[in-house]
């Protein structure tokens, strides 16, 4: 199977780097070879390289190059990008990295705990099927 992800009017990316970090944004046109103008929900339409794009399988259909900031708002919510989006496995992992670095020590310390225990419980059985066995 080839290369699907492409730059091109109405794709879906995610910023990575930047204020906008982790903002999802939609390209609204081209403007060379380095750089895009994209606009999206609470981003204001401005010039990003393509190094601070990381391309996302998404893309909002029904509008043309340069379309305004009104269409695309339309369009996004009539393609449902956000839920498609907090589906995604990659959103996913990105709100489980949040939720980990947001954690306290006394958090991290549950989590170690717990983990101990659930090894203790799978090791008990672990034997047990071996003993019978």
């Known amino acids: 199977m ?8 109405g794709r879906v990316c995610l910023v990575n780097y930047g204020p906008l970090n982790n903002s999802l944004v939609v390209v609204v046109d081209v403007v060379d070879g380095r750089r ?6 609470g981003v204001k339409r401005q010039m990003v390289s393509f190094k601070r794009l990381s391309l996302t399988n998404l893309k909002v259909e ?6 305004t ?3 695309v708002k339309k369009q996004w919510e009539a393609c449902e990008i ?3 989006w907090t589906e995604s496995t990659w959103a996913k992992k990105l709100a489980q990295r949040e ?4 954690t306290t020590d006394f958090q991290r310390f549950q989590v170690m705990i717990n983990r101990k ?3 203790q419980i799978i ?4 034997a047990k099927m071996k003993k019978s066995a």
Do not use: C, W
């Open 82 to 84: 956000e839920k498609k």
């Open 62 to 67: 029904g509008f043309v190059h340069s379309a």
């Open 69 to 71: 900031a009104k269409i």
């Open 123 to 126: 090791n008990k059985e672990l």
């Open 36 to 41: 895009a103008l994209v606009d999206g929900p």
């Open 99 to 102: 939720a980990r670095a947001n």
């Open 2 to 9: 080839g290369y699907s992800r492409f730059v091109e009017i």
């Open 117 to 119: 225990k659930r090894s």
